[in-house]
């Protein structure tokens, strides 16, 4: 991992995603976003990511369907990921469906800056710590 990891933004409210991008920027965080999961496909197949950020709720395809997907490709098998979500979703839920996949982490929304930025790190950590 490079001293700026990259991190993609995958949220279908351009507000959510640009006040997470901002947070992360200014941290010194490289931040991909994409509005829906079929460009977040895109940009995962292209760019090197090292920390996936995706709201649960989208059209097409939620969160945990396209976590599932990714997780059914080897590539992506381990990439570290969090969830963020409005609705009461138990976290304990959100790791049981992926308790063979890499670290997951889920953050209610709304998001505070602090409790964004622990839940990052700490993703990013549980990943090295797989390694």
């Known amino acids: 991992m490079g001293s700026n990891p990259a991190i993609l933004v995958i949220d279908d409210s351009e507000v959510d995603r640009k ?11 490289v931040v991909y976003h994409a509005h829906d999961p079929a460009v977040a496909l ?8 090292e920390l996936l950020i ?8 939620n969160g945990h369907e396209f976590v599932a997907h ?11 990921v969090v969830f963020v979500s409005g609705n ?3 976290p304990k839920k959100v790791m049981k469906m992926f308790d063979a996949g ?3 982490r889920f953050l209610p ?10 839940e990052i790190h700490g993703a990013l950590e549980d ?3 797989a390694a």
């Open 127 to 129: 990943a090295r710590d």
């Open 54 to 61: 995706t709201d649960e709720v989208m059209p097409g395809q």
């Open 88 to 90: 009461a979703v138990s």
């Open 42 to 49: 895109w940009i995962l197949e292209n760019r090197s990511v």
């Open 70 to 80: 990714l997780r059914s490709n080897p590539a992506f098998k381990k990439l570290p």
């Open 109 to 118: 929304k709304p998001v505070s800056r602090e409790r964004l930025l622990e």
């Open 19 to 29: 006040i997470i991008e901002h947070v992360l920027t200014g941290e010194g965080y």
């Open 102 to 104: 890499g670290p997951i």
